[in-house]
């Protein structure tokens, strides 16, 4: 079993360039979500979404955009890569769109470098 | 504002120590507290979690504590291990939310040495 697949894992980018970071589940996850890990911060949430065509902004939203056409894939991208961008993102999802009865389930992440 | 905060930020424990991990938290509204694991090159996964109705819950080494009245909670890990080696956050919910809101703490990092 797959899980939640990230791709790519690893990416350096120059001031102003776009990339797409991919997320695709195999679970029939209802809930999907993209985060970012930065040294002393935690994770903090991006955007999410609770099924194909609807997503919401997280807690830092900006410069991010997303789509969800398929129940299986949660692109995030970068429209024009900024260096504050440089962090880890982690795709994560759950079968439930509440975090009471749904576990989240994380992929093993895309370290994003912007010089 | 930082709605779960967590301590310490680092924590070195022997082989076979206890490893202490706490958070407070300031919004009455959440209901749902769990605890998740991170190895380094790896995502996040789900340890352990508990809810507001039970004071501990305990899952073989590693036990939440929680404390309403004072909106703490916090995780031990007894007899810890060199293989507990690992980032730890605490996160908090609202279950009343329309939405999976999950909000994290900013972690620890729990180094035990052999």
């Known amino acids: 079993n797959a899980g939640v697949t990230q791709t790519p894992k690893f990416q350096v980018l120059k001031t102003g360039q776009s990339m797409t970071l991919q997320c695709a589940q195999d679970m029939n996850h209802e809930y999907m979500s993209w985060y970012r890990q930065d040294p002393g911060m935690g994770l903090r949430l991006i955007h999410y979404s609770v099924g194909a065509?609807?997503?919401?902004?997280?807690?830092?939203p900006n410069g991010y955009n997303v789509s969800r056409?398929?129940?299986e894939d949660f692109p995030l991208r970068l429209l024009s890569a900024a260096p504050s961008q440089t962090s880890v993102y982690f795709c994560a999802s759950s079968y439930s769109r509440r975090a009471d009865t749904g576990e989240l389930f994380f992929g093993e992440g895309s370290r994003l470098t912007v010089l | 504002?930082?709605?779960?905060?967590?301590?310490?930020?680092?924590l070195i424990v022997q082989k076979g120590?206890?490893?202490?991990?706490?958070?407070?938290?300031?919004?009455t509204a959440f209901d749902y507290f769990p605890w998740y694991q991170q190895f380094p090159g790896k995502g996040p996964a789900l340890l352990i979690a508990i809810r507001p109705d039970v004071s501990e819950k305990k899952e073989g080494r590693?036990?939440?504590?929680?404390n309403k009245s004072a909106k703490q909670f916090s995780l031990h890990i007894m007899d810890s291990q060199p293989g507990d080696s690992a980032t730890y956050f605490c996160a908090a919910s609202n279950?009343?939310?329309?939405n999976y809101k999950l909000?994290?703490?900013?972690?620890?990092?729990?180094?035990v040495n052999p």
């Open chain 1, 53 to 60: 065509g609807i997503t919401d902004q997280g807690e830092v």
């Open chain 1, 69 to 71: 056409s398929t129940t």
């Open chain 2, 1 to 10: 504002q930082q709605q779960v905060k967590q301590s310490p930020q680092s």
């Open chain 2, 17 to 27: 120590g206890i490893s202490i991990i706490n958070c407070a938290y300031e919004n």
């Open chain 2, 62 to 66: 590693f036990t939440i504590s929680f």
């Open chain 2, 95 to 98: 279950s009343g939310g329309s």
């Open chain 2, 103 to 111: 909000t994290f703490g900013k972690g620890t990092l729990l180094t």
